[in-house]
Structures are given as C-alpha cells and as structure tokens.
C-alpha cells in the first residue's frame, strides 16, 4: 500500500513541475529557470546537452505553465519552499547525484538546497546569482529598499505596463528584440499577483547567512553589464561561500545572458559544466 502511495505522489509532483527528463547520459544536469521564465529559457542549452548527459528541466511553482491553483503564497514567501521542492524531484527521480545549473532565483534555489542536501549535488553553476539585491551599510546588491517597493507598487497598478519597462531593462535590449518578447511572453504567462508575490520574495530576500554553510562547489557566471546586480556581488559570492568556487563574468548586457546573448553564454556553460573547479584554479576556467 505504501508503495502505490509513493508511486502516486511521485507522479503528482513530476506534473505539477512539469518535469521533462531528456538524455541518457550517465551523468545527470538538472536546470532551473529564474523569475519571469520557465523552463523554454533553455532551449538553446538544452540541444548541446543531450547526447551527453541526462538532462532534467522543471518549472518552478508559479511559472506560467503551471496550475495556479498549486502556488502556495506562504510557501514560496521564502527561498527555503523552492529548495524543498527541488529536492523533492530529485528525490522521486531517484537522482542521486548531479549537476545543478539555475539562473537567478534557481542559482539561489540550489545554494539552499545544497546546503540541505550536499549528497545531491556534484557542483552548482549559478548564473546571474545575488544572495541580496538591496543595499545595507556594509553591501552593495544594486538597489534600495524604495527601488524595489516603487516597482512593486508599479505592478500591482498596471502589470501589462510594468512589464513592457520591465522586460527591455532585465535583458538589456529594446522591445523588438527577440530575446524582449520571449521575456514578455513568460511574464506575461504568469498570474499578475503571483508575479508579485515571486518578484518580492527575490527582491528582497537576505540570504548572506546561508553562504559560509555551502560545502558543493559553485561556478559563478555573470554578464558584466547586468542593471539588476553589480559584478561585486559575484565576487562577494567567491569570497563568502563555504567550499570552492570559480566566477565568470562575460562580456554580454542583461540579467538572462543565456536567453539574449546565447551565442556568447553557451560555450561558457558547457565549458563550466564539463570542467571541474581543481585545487589550482584560477579565476577563469580556460
């Protein structure tokens, strides 16, 4: 009887994540998406992956493609939710070893989690991290506290107008850009108060405490333009962290450099996800 019960949960949670596993590969990369997208923002990734690896993609609960209905405000007010959730596929997808690349929110998904499950994880590769996006006395994260509440405010009054502003700013190009509407087109997927809801969570978490508890090795990439976060956040990532760690800054503009320059960020990846972080790293894999 337990059996079936399992069996019917694991089910459960693989539809509500909308969880596609491709590949066969012996080594397994699992990719989580960061705010405002879904697991689409890796389809040019992805075919570069699966004759190697086995890769699992998943979207994050309040993702436009999935159920509203499951989105837990309470739960996600919190980045400790999402790294549960992470957890929990890997767990019913009897996965019990790989790389974890997330982008943004997911980046910082993974650091939680591996700090909860370090035997999951070979080696975080975190793109466009920040473990704080507003400035204290002491921490430079790129905005002020009235930054983040004006555009919550601007959200809640016109969600259609704050994303044509929004979008064109976070990827770094002007609303005809292909990279733009693929952007607008996913914020545009998710329900408006619980865009909300994910884009206050991120903007103002503090997750600082956590990083000196990070044993799994993390790759850092960052474009060196990015209006939503200062290089020195990567390099406060690099110098706080628990175990080891390698940063990256490309030269691309924007918050998704995987989605509006994927031509420049693609041979990164790969060449991250392939290498390891050894004793004699530098600070460039090269």
């Not at 890769?55 to 159920?67: F, Q, S």
């Not at 975190?126 to 704080?132: E, F, Y």
């Not at 990439?221 to 628990?242: C, F, K, W």
Request: charge should be negative; proline fraction near 4%; glycine fraction near 6%.
């Amino acid at each position: 009887m337990e059996n079936k019960k399992s069996d019917q949960k694991m089910g459960i949670v693989e539809e509500a994540h909308n969880v596609k596993v491709l590949g066969s590969g012996e080594k397994t990369i699992v990719l989580g998406h960061g705010f405002g997208t879904d697991q689409s923002v890796w389809k040019q990734l992805v075919p570069y992956l699966v004759d190697e690896y086995r890769v699992v993609l998943y979207d994050n609960m309040g993702a436009g493609p999935t159920n509203p209905d499951y989105f837990n405000f309470d739960r996600y007010s919190s980045l400790e939710g999402y790294a549960y959730d992470l957890i929990a596929i890997l767990e019913e997808l009897q996965i019990n070893r790989c790389m974890y690349l997330g982008h943004s929110l997911s980046a910082m998904t993974g650091v939680v989690a591996s700090i909860f499950r370090p035997d999951l994880f070979s080696k975080l590769i975190l793109v466009s991290a920040s473990p704080r996006f507003i400035n204290t006395d002491d921490y430079y994260g790129g905005f002020e506290l009235e930054d983040i509440e004006q555009l919550c405010q601007a959200m809640e009054s016109n969600y259609k107008a704050w994303v044509s502003g929004f979008a064109p700013l976070a990827v770094g190009g002007d609303m005809n850009s292909v990279a733009v509407q693929e952007f607008s087109r996913t914020l545009f997927n998710m329900r408006p108060d619980i865009a909300l809801s994910v884009f206050r969570t991120v903007f103002t978490f503090d997750l600082r405490h956590y990083l000196s508890r990070v044993t799994v090795p993390c790759h850092i990439i960052q474009s060196s333009m990015d209006v939503a976060m200062p290089v020195t956040v990567s390099e406060y990532l690099h110098r706080n962290l628990g175990g080891k760690s390698i940063v990256e800054i490309i030269s691309t503009e924007g918050h998704l450099p995987h989605l509006s320059a994927p031509e420049a960020t693609i041979p990164v990846l790969l060449r991250h996800i392939s290498h390891d972080i050894t004793a004699h790293a530098s600070s460039s894999l090269g």
